[in-house]
Structure formats: C-alpha cells, structure tokens
C-alpha cells in the first residue's frame, strides 16, 4: 500500500525539478548549421535526507523519461550532515 503524503510529497518534488530544469536558460541553435550537434546533457546533483530514499527512487526513472539529457545524481545522509557538506562548499543543485 503506497502511503499517500509519500506519493503527494515525490510528485511535489518531481514538479519542482520539472519547473527547475525546464525554466533554465537554453541555447539557440543556429539552423544554418550543416552537422547535427547531440543534445547536450546536464547534471543535477540532489541531497537528501535518507528517509526519502524510497521516494527519489521513484521518482528518477519519471523525471528521466521527461529530461532523457539531465542525468540525476542523489547525495543521501541525515539532513544535518548534508547541511554541514553544503555549508563547506558541496556543489548541490538541490537539497530537500
């Protein structure tokens, strides 16, 4: 039985990565260009509290599915720890 402020807390998550990714600047390709460059691919680099292991791994095969070119990357711990790493200079795109 899936618990449901899990699933409304992971899709709340994964609209949040939609708007983050989709609201990023992108570059204008130049269509007089004779070769087709491959799409470009980016990171985003997540920490989160370990409690929300179950829910990050539902939620990156659906956020893979609509972003195929953003590569997810889950930093788990316990929130002071990753706060701790983010404070000292951890490159983090998104802590929750």
Do not use: H, R
């Amino acid at each position: 039985m899936i618990n449901k402020p899990i699933v409304t807390f992971a899709s709340w998550v994964l609209i949040s990565f939609i708007l983050i990714v989709g609201c990023s600047p992108t570059k204008t390709q130049n269509l007089s260009s004779t070769t087709s460059p491959a799409a470009p691919t980016a990171s985003l680099t997540i920490s989160a509290a370990a409690s929300l292991k179950d829910a990050m791994d539902e939620i990156k095969p659906l956020y893979s599915k609509q972003k195929p070119n953003v590569n997810l990357t889950y930093n788990f711990g316990s929130s002071g720890a990753l706060q701790q790493q983010i404070e000292q200079g951890a490159g983090v795109d998104v802590f929750i």
